[in-house]
Every structure is written in C-alpha cells, then in structure tokens.
C-alpha cells in the first residue's frame, strides 16, 4: 500500500513539472519580439534528420538559454538573416552511425530470439513438471551407496534370521526355484515406533546387494484424484526395470488404511492408491525378484485384502529389545563416545526395560550433550543418569521458585509413592525421588527402576500398580489432613488401571471373564461409522462402575496402611528431600535402616 502511494506522488509530481514547463515553454512569437528589441545575442541552428525541422539554441543579452523547436529552419534562417548584430551558427545535419542503422537493430533481433527460446524452454520445464506430477517419489539407493548392513543392526537377532531367506533368495533364487518354492512377495514389518524397522529394511536391501526404492505411505495420496495410483502404477514400472530389487513403503498405513471408513465411498483418492497397490502386488511374477517389504505400527487398521497371502506373505514382528538386545543397542551407539571408567551398559540395559533402540540412541546422545556442555570429552554416569531423567521424565526446572509450604506438601506426596514402591514386591525398587518440578507440569517426581523384563501383568501387580498410583494423596491426607490437586493424574492412571481389569482383563468377581472393552482407544472413524458406543446395558454399566470404585477404595486403604506402618520413613525421606531436594536410591533404602 505504501508503494503504491509513493509511486502515485512521484507520477502526480512529475506531471505537475511536466504542465509547469508546458506553460512556461518559450514560443516563437517571443522569439520574433526578443529579435526585434535586440534581446538575442546569439542563436545556433540544429537541423533534425527529418528536414525542415530543427531547433534552434538561443542565448539572450541577459545569459538566459532557450530551445525552440521550429517546422522550418530555412525560414528560421532568412529571418536570422536579416539581424546582423545576431551571431548566428549552422550546426551539419547528424548522420546516422553505422551502428545504429546496422548493428543495432541485429542486436535487437538476436535478443528477442533469445528470450523467445528461453521463455519456451520455461514453458516447457512447467509442463514437464506438470507431466511428471503422477511420477512415483520412491528414492533408489543402489548398492554402492547402501552400506548397512545386518551387523549395524544390534538387538533384533530373530528378525534377522527370519529376513535371512529373503537376502539368499535375492542372491541365489535359482535354488529356490529349482525346488517349486515361491519366495514372499510382501514381508510386512510391525512393530511399535523406534524399534529400528526402517533399519532393518535397509540392512535386506544392503545384504543382498540390491537396488532399494524407498518411499512413504504418503507421498502418494495427493488432492488430485487418481495421482496416487499413478504413482503407484511408475513405482512397479521403476521396479521391474531394476529387478531384483526391494520396494519398501514406509508408514504403509497412511494409504493402506481399511477400505469403507471414509465419506468418500469409492471415490476417495486414498481408496483408488490402494486399490492400484492391491492390483499391482498382484501383477508381478511370484518370483521376479521384486520384493515389497512395508512398515507400520498400525497392523489394526490395515486393511485385510492387502495382509492376505499373495501380498504379504510373512509379518515380521519387530519389538521392543530385552536385556541381551538393548545391550547390544548401547554398544553399537556409545562406539563413537568416549566413557569413562564408571560407565556400565550393562547396568544401563538392565535399567531401560521398555526403550526402543531410538530411546537408547536419544539416551545416549542427551548424555553426550550433558558432556560436551560441562567442557568434558568423556561420558560420566551421572550424564547417563541425568539423561535418563530427562529422557523419562522432562528437563528439571530448578529456577522455579516454589513457596514452603507446597516444597512440603510435594515431599510428602513423593515419599508415599517411594514406599511403596519399596514395600510392595513387584512395582520397586525406586530409583530416584526428586521434588524439582520437571518440564512435564509436575511439581515433583518418584522414578522407579524396573530391574527385569515382563510380558504380561498378573491381577496382584496391577493392584500394587494402582496403591502405589494412590500413595501421594495417602500421604497428604496422613500428614496435613487435606488433599490437594497435585494428584489428578496419580487418580486417572489408577482409574484407568482399574477400569481394564474389570472390562478388559476379566479380573472382576462380579462380571466374570466377560469382555466389556468398547474400543474406545481406536483413532479413527472405526470400521462402521454407525457403530454403538458401548454392547452392554445400564445394569452392566452399574456393575463396571462399581468393581472401579471397589478396587481403588481397597488399594487406597492399603496405601494409606502401609504408609502408617513406616510413618518413621515417610518423615525423614520428606525431611531428608526439602534438605536435599533430590535422594538416589541408595540414601532413599537408607532410611529403612
């Protein structure tokens, strides 16, 4: 707007000039009057090319110059003339230059021929880059440029052994072949995020010695109806003029999703993408050596057509690492930082129950920041630790300023998590107790350390789970005979605990082995969109209310029991953290003695 108002005033005041010189312009009726009062004292005549015309230059008596543009300048000429005392010079016609007449209007031409061929070769490139919209995204690494590798992918040793068929059949299909054996058209991996899929797919690729086309579920579903399929159609076109190779489709479940639960019916772009990937898995030979792997940690809502045998012949379940796997995951990652003395993977894979190599890795790496921040060129075990913290929990905000009375208030309510944590078996022991409030909201934390690997809950750990979820508003309301809000999240984690067991786990006396699960955790519109919220009536729906309710007022009596029982420890672990603001396990078991 501001230009455009400047650019207005400049025009509005170059007009105005423009009028003024108009209306000041020296006319030749002046010229005549100036001659006749012998106001002139000299004139120089300037033919133009277009003859008679010209200009005449005019210098009076008074200094003044003037400019005179005259249709004759013979006439001019004869009347000049006639004035003696009036010095009077004839300046030569000017000739055009060589230049001008010949070189000039060549120039201009090649320019202008230039800028056409440049100005198609534009167009050109925009409908080539419109033509090449439905081309597929996938991103070939060849096998000089693929260099992982199965021993760069640390904690996975039976889904390696399962891939392993498919790295032979790649470098020797004959003698499957030979034998009538059909080698998987899909191996489709699954597996929560971090567990190292994409990694793994790389590494197929990399052991073989393949070309590896790499892609996300996304890149094909665009606004524009039908570009997916497309996509899809030149990606297998690319593949099969490679072969063998690997196709592998990253977040499969952002176009492989179940047919029906959009508005869209048929029509719905990400329907078509997936109807062209269904027929083009069906497409190739069995053994063509075009190999599609896929990975997602969404198995559930995929749809069934494409997990049939003859699309995804083998499901390849990556989970999280155990002990043996993590450790490894730690060697592979720490070969590049340098540890001091202290430092024990060992005692770090022990401690990780439930990380993923990506959680390893980012453990690993905060620990390396920690370092470098302090000016050190070593890991310690305390950057670990630290990092574990942080990893776990959120960054501690030590600048917060917290009055007294909620510095207390939160001791006591983290001493109650901490002892029962160390009293009941199955949830302990505590790893650290801190009162400083953590980037995630809370005002404190307790951080147990889960010392083994478990597949499944029994009915009495999840019971210890919810006391042990109670034990900070036990304590509160031993210690100040009030409660406060800080325990709002400790109540939903318990709830929901309690909830599973009576609908989901069938741990309920009253609703037997009944499952009363609705689904409510699925994310999207569900498989039918006019499906009932819940299969039960309100007298099942009174029952579930009131196993919850049982359960937490059982587990919250024996919280505040146990808590009674070592009312000695609940003091001095609240004393010992307004003093210290944050215990170890080793100070935190020491007041038991």
Known sequence: MLLLCAVFMIGAYWFMNQAEKQEKAYTYREFQEDLQDNNIKKVEVKPDKVAPNGTLRIEKNNGVLEELYVTDVNEAQELLSSYDEVICYVDSVPQESWFATTMLPTLLMIGALVLLVMMMNRQGGANAKAMNFGKSRAKMSTEAENKVKFNQVAGLKEEKEELEEIVDFLKAPRKYIQVGARIPKGVLLEGPPGTGKTLLARAVAGEAGVPFFTISGSDFVEMFVGVGASRVRDLFEDAKHNSPCIVFIDEIDAVARRRGTGMGGGHDEREQTLNQLLVEMDGFGPNEGIIVMAATNRVDILDPAILRPGRFDRK?????????????????????????????????????????????????????????????????????????????????????????????????????????????????????????????????????????????????????????????????????????????????????????????????????????????????????LAHSSRAYGEQIASTIDSEVKRIIDECYARAKQIIKEHEDVLNACAELLLQKEKITREEFEALFD
């Open 316 to 528: 390849v379940v990556v989970g999280r690492p155990d002990v043996q796997g993590r450790l490894e995951i730690l060697q592979v990652h720490a070969k590049g930082k340098p540890l001091a003395e202290d430092v024990d993977l060992q005692q770090i894979a022990q401690t990780t129950a439930g990380f993923t190599g990506a959680d390893l890795e980012n453990l690993l790496n905060e620990a390396a920041i920690t370092a470098a921040k302090e000016g050190r060129v070593y890991l310690q075990q305390a950057d670990i630790r630290h990092a574990f913290v942080k990893v776990g929990i959120g960054a501690e905000k030590k600048s917060r300023i917290i009055s007294d009375k909620e510095k207390r208030i939160t001791a006591f309510h983290e001493s109650g998590h901490a002892i029962l944590f160390h009293v009941l078996p199955d949830v302990g022991p505590v790893y650290s107790v801190s009162i400083i409030p953590t980037g995630s909201g809370a005002a404190g934390y307790t951080m147990p350390l889960p010392e083994k690997d478990e597949m499944f809950n029994t009915r009495g750990q999840m019971l210890q789970d919810i006391t042990v979820s109670l034990g900070g508003r036990a304590a509160e309301e031993m210690v100040f005979d009030d409660i406060t809000t800080g325990a709002s999240q400790d109540i939903k984690q318990a709830t929901a605990y309690a909830r599973s067991m009576v609908t989901k786990f069938g741990m309920s006396e009253a609703l037997g082995l009944v499952n009363y699960d609705n689904d409510s955790d699925e994310v999207f519109l569900g498989r039918d």
